[in-house]
Structure formats: C-alpha cells, structure tokens
C-alpha cells in the first residue's frame, strides 16, 4: 500500500527530553567494540578538552526516531513495518553530544517518493538541548520493500 | 578537543589502510540491548530464515558503527566527525559459528575542504560484498 502523503511535513517532537548519561555511551561503545577512554572515562574525556564523557558518532540513533515513532505505527500512514528495511542514515553535527546533555528530538517526515516498486520515506530529526541549543541534525532514509507496488 | 591528525600534513587521495572488525552473534545480541533494536532478524536464525534471509544479519547501524570508528581512530578525537552518513547497499549475514563475519572498512581523502575539514570516502566490505555505498565523513582536523 503506497504511504498517506498527507503526512509529508507533518513535525513530532519527543514528549520527555532524552537524558544523556555517562552509562549510557560506556554501553553503546562496549557494544560497537570501541576502547576509546573518551567514550568510558571522564578524567580522559576532560583530558583531551571535552566537558565530560563524549558519545559516539552514531549514538543518536538510539533516540532520533522516539518522536517519530507514533506517526510511523499509525494505522492511516499506511507502514508495513514488515517490510521496512534501512535505506540510509546521515548524522550533521552541529556540536558534539556529551553525558549530561538533555536532548529533545524533533523528527519531520520531510519526503516521500516511490522508486520502483518501493517507497523511501525520509525523517528527518533536529536535535536541541532543552534549552534550545543545536546540536545535531539527524536524516533516516527508510525503504518500504513492495509499497508502491 | 583536537584531532590528532594535521590538516597541513594530508592530501587529497591520500588513502587511510583498511582495519578489518570482526562482527560475532554477541556483538549483535549486544547491540541489540544497546541501542533498543530488537529485530528478531538480528539475533534469531529461525525468524530470519523464516523472512527469506539466508540466517541472522547484522544491523545496518552496527555496521556504521564499525565504520565510523574507523574514521574516528584514524582522527584521533571522536568529536572530530562532524558529518557522517551512510546508505546499506548490502546485508551483513552473520553465521552462528568460531569467525561469524568480518567487516573490512578503509578511506581515502576524497576532498580537502575549508576551515580545516577534510571529506573521507569509506569503503566497507563484508566477504565479497560491498556493504555500505556513498559513505562519507566529514572530519575537522587539527
């Protein structure tokens, strides 16, 4: 079923802020393999110049999607979850993250095109600090296998 | 903050040597809980063989992960990589064996840029396949 484009531009800002912690991105980095004191040490993060504990490129990823979510598992938006797969992912730093921030993400369904037989929605999410800070700008490519068909 | 690597001292088309990362069912388990993806096509080979895969895959992000250490080792500084993206060309399967996959991730300087950035163009390979296709990184070099 090709997706309802009524929802093209529609924003969804996450309803509690994200609280970064220091466990957190020591979790996240043991989990990609990666020793990087500066992901696990604080003395190390302020040693090389960070204000704390800095999280990796990807980490993101682990709540850019939560605003969005409600939109994506609405019945009248029409997503097969069963047939999503990954298209592309995009990261734009603004400035680095680091344990403490307190992010709010707000994720807009900023296009969607049929290719072939498949659908590519793309959400992006802008991320601030609560208190209205930048900080990075994430874009999630998501391919709907067979929905344009 | 600082990367280690000097802007003055790389050129364009300066190539960065391959690392290869070896990916197990218990880096995917562990990514799972991670990063909250509990895609049974992840960690369970009877769901994925079920959906048509031929056996557990690796998450796309764990394999941009992976790639993304490679850019952030070769800096020195992971707040370095101010931009970074991705698209999964292709799957990683991950056997439930001794070796299960290796990912062989290398770059190359593709353009020099201002205020100190460089663009590095990654390569990531997964047996024969190419797994990830117009990966790029922007990186702030010291």
């Known amino acids: 079923m090709a997706l309802n484009r009524d929802f093209l531009g529609r924003a969804y800002a996450s309803s509690v802020p994200y609280e970064v912690s220091r466990v957190k991105i020591k979790e996240f980095a043991a989990a990609i393999g990666d020793t990087n004191p500066i992901y696990r040490d604080r003395e190390a993060a302020v040693a090389a110049g960070h204000p704390d504990v800095v999280a990796p490129p990807t980490f993101p990823i682990i709540f850019s999607l939560s605003g969005a979510g409600e939109a994506l598992s609405d019945p009248e938006f029409g997503l097969n979850f069963a047939m999503v797969v990954h298209g592309e992912q995009r990261f734009s730093y603004q400035r680095p993250i680091y344990a403490g921030d307190q992010l709010i993400c707000t994720s807009t369904i900023s296009e969607i095109r049929s290719v072939g037989r498949n659908e590519f929605l793309t959400v992006k999410s802008d991320i601030t600090t609560v208190g209205g800070e930048q900080v990075c700008t994430t874009y999630n490519v998501i391919v709907e296998r067979g929905g344009a068909a | ?142």
């Open chain 2, 1 to 142: 903050m600082a990367a280690t690597i000097k802007y003055d001292e790389v050129e364009a088309g300066q190539e960065i040597p391959a690392v290869e990362y070896p990916v197990r069912r218990v880096n995917l388990v562990m990514y799972a809980g991670a990063s909250g993806d509990f895609n049974p096509i992840h960690w369970n080979e009877r769901f994925a063989t079920s959906v048509g895969l031929p056996d557990v895959i690796a998450h796309g992000m764990f394999t941009m992960a992976e790639a993304g250490r490679f850019v952030t080792d070769w800096a020195g500084d992971p707040a370095a990589v101010v931009d970074y993206g991705v698209r999964f060309s292709s799957m990683v399967v991950v056997p439930d064996d001794e070796n299960g996959a290796t990912l062989v991730v290398s770059g190359v300087i593709e353009e020099k840029l201002e205020d100190k950035r460089v663009l590095v163009a990654l390569t990531a390979r997964s047996g024969d396949s190419r797994v990830l296709s117009k990966a790029r990184a922007v990186v702030q070099l010291s």
